[in-house]
């Protein structure tokens, strides 16, 4: 995130409070309402003096119709650059979010309830989406010689799902339950895609160690007896509703329903904005680089992890006026609970 010109110290507590005054009550904000809890004590005539100059550097703007100023974009990333590490998260949102996630261990449950948390704290709309992986982890494998040339890899992962493939393979049963033994003394608990990588560094390495057993084991993983399924997506998305209320363009509205209908301009979306190395919340204001028709909206949101694999992301999406504590606080800490209850679930 890109900071503003810099401002002192004065200025930057007027903008602030004109920030905040603003997304509380959606009104212009006049020198005389911060007068009146200035805790300097500053008259309507400085304040106003104040707000000419953050106006001329950017940070206000002023409606036709209205003596009061309203914040600009440039404002509300000055705004959040002096939230980051200082928001922290109530008692009541922290409560809310362990009630709605309490016992979940499955990643597509946890996501949809994600979803529904983050749009019940935000008043905005949630969004996450779900991305197989560790829970997609080994439990175990079996192999079984049906007839010549004809082999059954039976996967089993950790969430419950039995996967089955008929191969074309000469390997007698012999061979095979080595092979399976080998794989789940070794692997229980990998992902497919580590397990494949960590197979094919060992059938070079040890390959004159284990010989016959390495190389029915690299037949097998070769012929697709351990590959992953695509890694699919699901994406939850709720309180679109609540955009009725903040978006007054009808036309607009109805292009940014139709964009969170679409599952996948969703996934697009969080994808343009959202590094799976990044490690903070990020604030993302002005969102037509990826999608036009929101221009005046926001994005916050983080990759959620397990075991420090990404496994999808999350995000609130709503207007500029938005309380930016509240939802980056919600984001982060639905992140970290995130990693904790899904590695305990392991």
């Known amino acids: ?58 940070f206000l703007e002023q409606p036709h119709t209205s003596a009061g100023r309203i914040p600009t974009s440039e404002a509300y990333r000055y705004y959040v650059e002096q939230l980051t590490g200082k928001a922290r998260l109530s008692q009541q949102d922290e409560n809310i979010i362990q009630d ?3 016992g979940v261990t499955d990643v597509q449950e946890f996501m949809e309830r994600t979803s529904h948390v983050l749009s019940l704290i935000s008043h905005n709309v949630g969004v996450a989406v779900a991305v197989g992986g560790p829970k997609n982890a080994l439990e175990h494998v079996y192999f079984s010689r049906l007839a010549e040339q004809k082999v059954l890899a039976v996967v089993v992962t950790r969430s419950g799902l039995v996967r089955d493939r008929v191969l074309r393979l000469d390997l007698s ?23 494949r990588a960590e197979i094919a560094r060992r059938v070079e390495q040890e390959r004159s160690e284990y010989d016959r057993l390495m190389n029915s084991v690299e037949q097998l993983y070769r012929q697709g007896a351990l590959a992953a399924d695509e890694r699919t997506q699901t994406v939850f998305v709720e309180g679109a509703a609540n955009l009725v209320a903040s978006e ?5 509205l109805q292009e940014l329903l139709k964009t969170l209908e679409e599952k996948q301009k969703v996934v697009e979306l969080l994808s343009a904005y959202l590094d799976a190395k990044q490690e903070a919340v990020r604030v993302v204001i002005g969102l037509d680089q990826a999608l036009p028709s929101m221009r005046n909206f926001v994005l916050i949101g983080t990759p959620t992890r397990v075991g420090g694999e990404v496994m999808g992301s999350l995000a609130v999406i709503g207007p500029t006026r938005i ?21 305990e679930s392991e």
């Open 323 to 343: 309380d930016y504590q509240h939802a980056i606080t919600a984001v982060s800490y639905i992140a970290r609970l995130f990693d904790r209850l899904l590695n």
């Open 248 to 252: 007054q363009d009808r036309q607009r």
């Open 100 to 102: 709605s996630l309490h």
């Open 1 to 58: 995130m890109q900071s503003g010109p810099p401002i002192g110290e004065r200025e930057r507590e007027i903008l602030t409070a004109i920030v905040e005054t603003f997304i509380a009550g959606g009104e212009p904000v006049g020198s005389r309402t911060l007068a009146r809890s200035s805790r300097e004590g500053l008259s309507p005539a400085t304040i106003r003096n104040v707000m000419a100059d953050l106006a001329d550097a950017g």
């Open 173 to 195: 049963q012999t061979d095979l339950d080595a092979a399976a033994r080998f794989v789940n003394e070794n692997f229980r608990g990998w992902t497919m895609d580590a397990m």
